[in-house]
């Protein structure tokens, strides 16, 4: 039985602070918060960074990292006596094959990604100087919160994170609780293979990314910010507090809190992420209520990715329609993220919806013969190269099956063994999958052993896989078990060949 006046969102950094899941770490944590051990326990033993202690070195195994040569950094680290655990991404696409030592710091002589050269003009401009003056934050408390909304609506900001949900509508209904407190939780925990966006915008804009998040919880009426980053990410942690610390004249009358997550891919999605600062396992919570009616500690909450936040400063200076008018299929600019056989891997701010064609154009060019791509990260599939001409955003990509998620753009050269591929993305999705949901825990499983065993021969290994996939894609409560078929299902769909007597 829970102790009175236990404290359960204390388990999960105590953890952190003791080293995780030890011997006695949580009967210490325990008695601290008061609550019982099998809680701490079952809490800790979620997260890929508390549930294992020890000295190694993780060493990425997303598909960016894996054509670039995964399993060889291993045997190499392994050779140097390095005990060597591969994960299922580190958000480190650009700079692969990718590692991090003991100490959850990059351990690789790889050049870090590109972006585009400083322009004003452009709403993040990740090239640019990381201004400080917060004049986008006076000019919206010179507003007030309704004529500021009215502004996000007019610019037609969607979510950034993948959902692509119109951010006025979600402002509108925190605006609205009756509920005095309110909370913005802002959304950094980047864990998308091809995906690293974010990463940058901390590292290279955090005044931008703060001045956003207080323009957003002003309007909504929230005085608190929670910052959830993602654990491996201390480099923006950094990078956020330096900032913090600058800022705080600014952001007088707001609290902002930093939370370190703990590694676990699920906690992106929005209430996993709640879970997760509550004190338990980041598995989601069925919807309705939705996170704008109850959402952290059970009050209004508004939850934004990194990105959508950024846009904000940009909007209240330059103004909605301006910010619209940047986009070419869809409102304004896009964070695309180029890594795979591409020259020069990055994070380009584009118009939305421009081709495979022009964004690799800005990465510097193909490298080999492209073969296919994942337009929007693992949960997108793939595409093969006779759609690079089609609009990276969320309408022209729903057309062919797939998304536009969090554009995570990873191109595959003819060189690659597509169903190896797939199985390196379906890995993925299994590892990371919470278990929460039978469709999802057993699916990933069956469908990633299934594809293994067509690839070794088995002809008819696959022959309930579409079956299953729906499923999945019928029974999952989140975004996780309804797409992660899709590695497998875009592969049937646009390369029949492969299917075609068990070869791959």
Not at 25 to 47: D, K, L, M, N, Q
Not at 53 to 74: F, I, K, N, Q, W
Not at 181 to 190: I, K
Not at 257 to 280: D, K, P
Request: with cysteine.
């Amino acid at each position: 039985m829970r102790k009175k006046g236990a404290r359960p969102e204390e388990i999960l950094p105590s953890l952190a602070e003791k080293g995780g899941v030890l011997g006695g770490s949580v009967r210490e944590v325990s008695r601290e918060t008061g609550v019982p051990e099998a809680e701490v326990w079952g809490a800790g033993t979620f997260y890929g960074l508390l549930a294992e202690p020890g000295e190694r070195v993780r060493v990425c195994g997303g598909l960016s990292c894996h054509l670039a040569g995964t399993d060889r950094l291993c045997d190499d680290l392994r050779a140097e006596g390095h005990t060597v655990e591969q994960v299922s991404c580190l958000g480190r696409c650009d700079q692969a094959p990718a590692a991090l030592d003991p100490s959850l710091e990059l351990l690789s002589g790889v050049e870090p990604g590109r972006v585009l050269p400083a322009d004003r003009e452009l709403p993040i401009d990740l090239g640019g100087p990381d201004y400080g003056g917060y004049t986008a934050l006076e000019r919206a408390r010179d507003l007030g919160p309704a004529a500021v909304i009215d502004l996000v609506e007019a610019a037609g900001l969607q979510g950034r994170g993948g959902a692509a949900f119109p951010a006025h509508l979600k402002w509108r209904a925190v605006r609205a609780a009756r509920d005095a407190t309110r909370y913005l939780v802002v959304n950094a925990d980047e864990g998308e293979p091809g995906t690293f966006k974010d990463r940058e915008v901390m590292l290279r804009r955090p005044h931008r990314l703060l001045e956003g998040a207080a323009i957003a919880a002003e309007a909504v009426g929230a005085r608190e910010i929670v910052l959830y980053l993602r654990g491996e990410f201390l480099d923006c942690a950094r990078s956020l507090e330096r900032a913090l610390e600058e800022a705080l004249p600014a952001l007088a009358g707001l609290t902002l809190h930093l939370h370190l997550g703990h590694g676990a891919y699920i906690c992106g999605e929005e209430t996993a992420l709640l879970e997760s600062l509550e004190g338990r396992r980041g598995e989601p919570r069925l919807k309705p209520p939705f996170p704008t009616e109850a959402g952290l500690r059970g009050r209004p909450t508004l939850i934004h990715n990194v990105e959508t936040l950024a846009c904000l400063p940009f909007v209240l200076t330059e103004g909605g329609e301006a910010f619209r008018a940047l986009g070419r299929t869809e409102p304004g600019t896009k964070l695309y993220c180029a890594s795979g056989a591409v020259k020069r891997p990055g994070v380009y701010e584009l118009p939305l919806g421009v081709t495979l064609d022009e964004l690799v154009e800005a990465a510097g060019g193909y490298r080999g013969t492209p073969r296919a791509f994942s337009p929007g990260g693992a949960s997108s599939g793939f595409l093969p190269m006779r759609e690079r001409g089609r609009p990276l955003d969320v309408k022209h990509l729903a057309e062919v099956g797939s998304m536009l998620g969090s554009a995570g753009v990873v191109v595959l050269p003819d060189t690659v063994d597509l169903l190896e591929a797939a199985r390196v993305q379906l890995a993925f999705f299994a590892a990371e999958s919470c278990g929460q949901c039978a469709p999802c825990r057993i699916g990933t499983r069956f469908l990633l052993q299934a594809a293994t065993r067509f690839a070794g021969g088995e002809a008819a290994a696959l022959a309930h896989a579409g079956d299953v996939a729906w499923e999945m894609a019928e029974g999952s409560i989140c975004g996780l078990g309804m797409s992660a078929a899709s590695p497998l299902t875009s592969l049937q769909r646009h390369f029949p060949e492969l299917f075609e007597g068990g070869e791959g």
